[in-house]
């Protein structure tokens, strides 16, 4: 089997993607996986990358592209770089988590790690996420959303959904990740402000009520298509407010952990419960790393669902319930057994009458 592994693109996470992307190829030499980079303008390219470095001068790397309707890598000339039958996704972010890179392999018939097109569309954008989650009964923390066009001319509206949650709040771009374009707002000054600074990557806004006194934590499941394995239970500690982009990845301002989290038996069997709730309710695959805020009153708060989390949260798994290849075997076999029954799947349809349409479509 040709494995190839995509990462990079045109993102705002391009660089957390291209270090994920590295990782994964070291993680896979032994199947000489093709590496697949997609440039912050969205070209593909391939040849040899084993560092970042590698990766940033694309002028001794060979320009790529696939169409619809094929799973080969085509140069520039026409000419087939690779045949590819399973791609490892590294690609966090917009044009990447959101669904599109799915729905196109999935057109080119190439099998894929990670959630379909609905799921990974669904947990990128938070307004319908937390709609769903709700109404599959996980706690969400107090919030509303609003769009660019309401906030430019409904703003009294926008005002009246933003006093029904009440400050401090946390302004979020819908389709975002790694804590980018997020920010605190305590009072109207700082809220137009953070407002206009998520506006300038979405088209969608969260405000979400700022708690105060909670606590952040982390829990990953793994399926191979048939098992699901659920994580230890991590807690992010160190950070006030909330997790930036720099505490997540910048050296040593990051974040610590603890992993596992130092917490009660029940609270710990509550978060990986949770975790085994939402993957199979949102009808996840692969890996997916599930994020919770605890509240001071005991309340347990679904955060987000990150379908394509960093590292692909393989240290959630790597050295303790399984090694290295392991974790990449359950994560191609999920990937198989998921085209697998898109390819059983009927594609060609007669009416009942024997009859195919004839002349102009109605109208």
Known sequence: MAIAVIFGGKSCEHDVSVITGIQALAEIEKLKPVPIYIDRSGNWFTGRMHSVGDVRNTRVLKKVYMHPGSNRLYTQLGRTAAVIDAAVLCCHGVNGEDGTLQGFLELCGVAYTGSDVYASALCMDKARFKRFASAEGFAQVPYTDFTRAEFNTDIYSVADKLNAVGYPFMIKPSRQGSSIGIGKAANEKELVARVRTALAYDDTVIAEKLLSGFRE???????????????????????????????????????????????????????????????????????????????????????????????????????????????????????????????????????????????????
Do not use: H
């Open 217 to 363: 934590f982390n829990c990953a499941a793994v399926s191979d298509g048939k098992t699901l394995t659920v994580s230890e239970v991590e807690e992010p500690v160190g950070w006030k407010d909330f997790l930036s982009y720099d505490d997540k990845y910048a050296g040593k301002k990051a974040v610590r952990r603890k992993f596992p989290a130092s917490i009660d038996e029940t609270l710990r069997n509550r978060i990986r419960k949770e975790t085994e709730k939402i993957f199979r309710a949102a009808g996840l695959g692969g890996v997916a790393r599930v994020d919770f805020m605890l509240g001071d009153d005991g309340t347990l708060y679904l955060n987000e669902v990150n379908t394509l989390p960093g590292s692909l949260a393989s240290y959630f798994f790597v050295g303790r319930e399984m090694n290295v290849e392991n974790f990449y075997e359950k994560l191609l076999s999920d990937a198989q057994l998921r085209r697998a029954a898109r390819d059983r799947l009927v594609y060609k349809y007669r009416s009942p009458s024997g009859k195919g349409m004839k002349g102009n479509c109605p109208r």
